[in-house]
C-alpha cells in the first residue's frame, strides 16, 4: 500500500487562490511573488481518525482558567486607572521621575497592597537597606508579608525571584541595577538597556509583572533618549513640585489600554493619598470676593478639573518681574501681551506674578481666560464676578476661542456649586440643556473684561 503523502499545490498569500503549479504571478489578483507552496492533507488522515487519538475532553467555558491573563490590581484607584485597570500579566511597567518626587513610596505602598491581596510581591531595592525600607512601610503602615531585598546584580534579582515566584517584582531603580557581564557602570545605557531587558524577559517567561523604577533626570532619561520606552510595556511618570503636596502619575504609553488617565495623589506624613475630588482639593483654600483670582476648568487626561489662576500685579520699579509658578510661562508671556494690546490694561513696567494654586501645572489653552481674568482683575483691583469659572482660549487679537470637552467641564464646575460659567461664544452652540449653571458665551476678552 502506498504511504498516505501529502499533495502539494500553491496558494497565494494575497488572494488565497489555490493553484496546481507555482508561477511567479497568481493569475487571479496578479499580485507578484505571493505563491506559496502548501501540503493538502493526505488522504488516510482523515479528521476522525486524528481526532480520536485525544483522550480528554477540551474544556468547557467555566472550566478555562483565566486567572493567568486577570490584571494585577493594586486596590489603588488612582494607580489601576492609569493602568488600564491594574497590570498586565507578562508585562513591564516603567515608572519614571525626578529624585524625591515619591516613586519609592508609590511602589513600596502598592506593592503592599499586592501582597495583601495574596499576590507574591517582591520589592528589590538598590537604593535603601532592608532596615530603611522596613521603617518606611512601618510609616506607610504596611503590615503585609511583601518580601524585600537589596541585590543590585541582575542574575542575583531573579535568582531571588526564581526562589520566591512573585507575581510582582519591583525593582528600585533600574538605575542601580547592574549585569556583570558588561564592562559599563551601572546607570549607563547599556547598563539599564540589557537589565531592563533581562527582567522584562523574566516576566514575561513567568507570567508576572516587573515594576522598574526609574529617575529621570534634568536632561531626561525617560523623555529624552527614549533608553527604556520601547523595551517596556508601559511608562508612566511621576510628576509634582517637590516643594508642593500634590503629585500627578500619567501615563505616557500603555500596550495594554489607553494613555488618557491620570492618578492624582498628595504626599502626606503618611504617604501617599489618593485625591479623590481633585476639583475640591484645589479650591479648597480659595478666597472669595479679592482680586486677582479666577477659577479655570482645565482637563486632565479625561478628568475635569477646576483649579484657581492667582494673580498678583505690583507697580514695580526697575525691571518689571515676570514670576510664573505651575503657569506655561510662555502662554503667560503672551497674555500679558494680548491684555495690553487689546485689553487696553497698563502692564508695561509692573510686576506680574501667575501662579496656578496647589503645585498643579498646566499649559492648557482652555485656561487662559481664567489667567486673563485673574490678571485684569488684580491690575484692576476688582474681583471677579463671584460663583463664576472661566474656560476659553485667548487668541492673539484678543478673540476667545472654542476648547474641547466643553460639557464635561460645565458639569464639574456646576458639580462644585458654580453658578455661573464665562465661556467662548462657540462653544455655546452644541450644549446639553442648561441645568442650574448659567452660561455665558463670549467673543472677546474685552467682552469678558467687561464682566469685571
Ligand atoms: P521617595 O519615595 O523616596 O522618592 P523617590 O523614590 O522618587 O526618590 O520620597 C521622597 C520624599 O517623600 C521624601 O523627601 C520624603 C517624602 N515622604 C513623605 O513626605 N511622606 C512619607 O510618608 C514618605 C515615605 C516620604
Ligand atoms: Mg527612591
Not at 80 to 107: F, Q, R, Y
Not at 183 to 192: E, F, H, L, R
Not at 261 to 281: C, D, K, Y
Request: proline residues 5%; contains cysteine.
Amino acid at each position: 500500500m502506498k504511504a498516505p503523502g501529502a499533495k502539494t499545490f500553491y496558494a497565494c498569500s494575497n488572494c488565497g487562490s489555490t493553484f496546481a503549479k507555482w508561477s511567479g504571478q497568481c493569475p487571479d489578483c496578479g499580485a507578484w511573488d505571493t505563491m506559496h507552496e502548501e501540503k493538502a492533507p493526505a488522504a488516510g488522515a482523515t479528521r476522525a481518525a486524528k481526532g480520536r487519538a485525544r483522550v480528554e475532553a477540551p474544556p468547557t467555558l467555566s472550566e478555562v482558567n483565566a486567572d493567568t491573563l486577570a490584571l494585577l490590581a493594586t486596590g489603588i484607584a488612582e494607580l489601576d486607572n492609569v493602568l488600564g485597570g491594574g497590570a498586565s500579566p507578562g508585562s513591564t511597567v516603567l515608572v519614571g521621575g525626578e529624585p524625591g518626587i515619591g516613586k519609592s513610596t508609590l511602589m513600596l505602598q502598592a506593592a503592599g497592597r499586592l501582597a495583601q491581596r495574596g499576590y507574591g510581591t517582591l520589592y528589590m531595592s538598590g537604593e535603601e537597606s532592608a532596615a530603611q525600607i522596613k521603617r518606611r512601610a512601618d510609616r506607610l503602615g504596611i503590615r503585609s508579608d511583601l518580601h524585600i531585598g537589596t541585590d543590585t546584580e541582575v542574575d542575583l534579582i531573579l535568582a531571588s525571584a526564581d526562589t520566591i515566584k512573585p507575581r510582582a517584582l519591583i525593582v528600585d531603580s533600574i538605575q542601580t541595577t547592574v549585569d556583570r557581564q558588561l564592562q559599563s557602570p551601572p546607570g549607563t545605557v547599556s547598563q539599564i538597556r540589557e537589565t531592563a531587558l533581562t527582567i522584562s524577559q523574566w516576566a514575561r517567561a513567568h507570567n508576572a509583572v516587573a515594576f522598574l523604577i526609574g529617575h529621570v533626570t534634568k536632561e531626561g532619561f525617560i523623555a529624552g533618549p527614549k533608553v527604556l520606552e520601547h523595551l517596556v510595556d508601559t511608562v508612566l511618570q511621576f510628576e509634582g513640585d517637590r516643594r508642593q503636596w500634590i503629585r500627578i502619575l500619567r501615563c505616557l504609553k500603555n500596550r495594554y489600554g489607553s494613555t488618557h488617565e491620570v492618578g492624582l495623589f498628595e504626599m502626606t506624613e503618611r504617604g501617599l493619598a489618593q485625591i479623590e475630588n481633585p476639583s475640591a482639593h484645589f479650591l479648597s483654600e480659595r478666597p472669595e470676593d479679592v482680586p486677582g483670582s479666577a477659577v479655570a476648568v482645565a482637563i486632565e487626561g479625561r478628568r475635569p478639573l477646576l483649579v484657581e489662576v492667582q494673580a498678583l500685579v505690583g507697580e514695580g520699579g526697575g525691571v518689571p518681574q515676570r514670576v510664573m509658578s505651575g503657569y506655561d510661562a510662555r502662554r503667560a508671556a503672551i497674555l500679558i501681551a494680548i491684555l495690553q494690546n487689546s485689553g487696553g490694561l497698563r502692564l508695561a513696567g509692573r510686576d506680574v506674578y501667575l501662579n496656578l494654586v496647589g503645585g498643579y501645572t498646566s499649559d492648557e489653552p482652555a485656561i487662559d481666560l481664567a489667567g486673563a481674568m485673574s490678571i485684569s482683575s488684580a491690575a484692576l483691583k476688582k474681583p471677579v464676578p463671584a460663583g463664576t469659572v472661566f474656560i476659553g482660549e485667548v487668541g492673539l487679537a484678543g478673540e476667545i476661542r472654542g476648547v474641547p470637552q466643553i460639557a464635561p467641564r460645565l458639569n464639574e464646575a456646576e458639580k462644585l456649586g458654580f453658578r455661573q460659567a464665562v465661556i467662548p461664544q462657540v462653544n455655546t452652540r452644541d450644549l446639553p440643556p442648561a441645568g442650574d449653571l448659567e452660561v455665558v458665551g463670549v467673543r472677546t476678552l474685552d467682552h469678558a473684561l467687561r464682566l469685571l
